[in-house]
């Protein structure tokens, strides 16, 4: 696997752990919906972002919560355009996450450089978007969608049929003229998946690294950290995230897309220190 990940005119080295902070410019995001909605608190959270030291801004206009309602692209483009300005102003490695190809491309114009991409491909723009545009592409599982995707999701073989997804995911992509090299690949912790699949997916990260591609993970806050250690409150499951971020980085993820960037950082350098003597 190739320890660099080309997106457009640069190069993130995946040699150690990279750390993409999320900024959602939303009313509804389950961690952070409302924070940011208003331009100048979203502007203000880049700066924050990189100052923790963010190695990649993930800047998302809809809610992919479970039940959330859907966004315009207008809407959602207008929500997100002066972050991603702001950032990229600033130097900042750029990812825009979003399902919609007009959203995408509106972002890649103002110089994002990475689509998170959480339908992989459900917009059939979107491939021959990130091929003609040479972006850092991350494809991620579902099963269903946003509004229906948490009722009672069954998997024969959990990792299997998520790895099989990112693999015909990651060929359509290909054949739209996306090089390999740019994906990246993620199991979509959350998404149409109950508590036990979410752990089994980090335990299980061996199934997806296997396709040869990075692996990113989104575990931040998250829902089954809550339902492991009891806290309730999103904003205090910093102790939890990491400790899945951790896990998942022994196992081989390389890219982390968090809400507590220096928290993160922190630990994961020590990951990084660690598995730099585990020969
Ligand atoms: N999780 C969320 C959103 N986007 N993208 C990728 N690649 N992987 C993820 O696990 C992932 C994602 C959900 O978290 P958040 O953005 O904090 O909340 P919301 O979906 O409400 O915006």
Redesign the pocket.
């Known amino acids: 696997m190739s320890p660099r990940w080309p997106v457009r005119d640069r190069e993130i080295d995946l040699s150690r752990s990279c750390v993409m902070g999320?900024l959602?410019v939303?009313p509804d995001?389950?961690?952070d919906?409302g924070r940011y909605l208003d331009a100048t608190a979203a502007v203000r959270r880049v700066e924050e972002l990189l100052g923790a030291g963010a190695d990649i801004l993930d800047i998302?206009g809809e809610?992919?919560?479970p039940g959330?309602a859907p966004v315009s692209a207008t809407e959602e483009t207008a929500r997100i355009l002066p972050a991603v300005a702001e950032a990229v102003r600033l130097g900042a490695t750029v990812s825009v996450?979003t399902s919609k190809a007009a959203v995408a491309e509106a972002a890649l114009e103002r110089g994002a450089h990475i689509i998170?991409d959480?339908t992989a491909l459900g917009d059939p723009a979107m491939g021959p978007l990130a091929a003609a545009s040479g972006a850092g592409l991350?494809l991620?599982h579902m099963r269903g969608t946003p509004r229906t995707m948490q009722q009672a999701p069954v998997y024969a073989d959990l990792c299997g049929e998520i790895a099989g997804f990112l693999e015909t995911r990651r060929e359509t992509a290909e054949n739209q003229g996306v090089e390999r090299d740019r994906i990246v690949l993620?199991p979509?912790?959350?998404f149409g998946k109950t508590v036990e699949h979410n752990l089994k997916i980090l335990a299980g990260l061996e199934s997806f690294l296997a396709l040869g591609s990075p692996v990113?993970v989104?575990v931040s806050r998250k829902r089954f950290l809550g339902a492991v250690t009891g806290v309730e409150d999103p904003q205090k499951r910093t102790a939890g995230s990491l400790a899945a971020a951790v896990a998942a980085r022994l196992r081989g993820a390389s890219i982390f897309?968090v809400?507590d960037v220096a928290a993160t950082g922190e630990a994961l350098a020590v990951a990084d220190a660690i598995l730099a003597r585990d020969h």
Request: aromatic share 4%.
């Open positions: 999320i959602n939303t995001s389950f961690s919906g998302g809610s992919t919560r959330a996450d998170n959480v991350v991620m993620d979509g912790v959350g990113l989104g897309r809400h």
